[in-house]
């Protein structure tokens, strides 16, 4: 799902970028459009890659071969998003203790170059009313799996 955010020159022309990975930074309607295709697909569908180093997707990086058996795809917005939950078989939440969550947020966003009391601030500002959201979804899963 990573590979739908919303172009970075996009987010920053509209004021988005301090919200970027809330749902309406995502190209939803593009990402369900490319599940549903997979259903039907009798050729190789190409869905694009997020690339951390750049913060940007890179189109067409990922191949899925029609005929596919088994197609894993992940996001935060799964279950929030009925057309997307309406094109998988199953959806799986993965259920983290905060604090694990927080640490390796903040991790990740020093190790991408933010520097450390940005990676805090965007992993308890934004980050975290989105985990607040996600959450919310968790009772529709057909799994939850925690780290017990």
Known sequence: ?????????????TGARDRKGAPDTFDADGYIAILERLRIA????YAPRFDRAIEDSIAAA??????????ITEGNYLLHWPRARGALD??????LPAELRRDRLIARHIAFGRSPADARSFALGSDERNAGLIEGGRHLADLVLTDD
């Open 1 to 13: 799902m990573d590979g739908f955010h919303i172009a970075d020159a996009v987010l920053v022309a």
């Open 42 to 45: 009798d050729a190789t569908v």
């Open 62 to 71: 990922i191949a899925v071969p029609a005929g596919a058996a088994l197609v």
């Open 90 to 95: 199953e959806v799986w939440f993965v259920d």
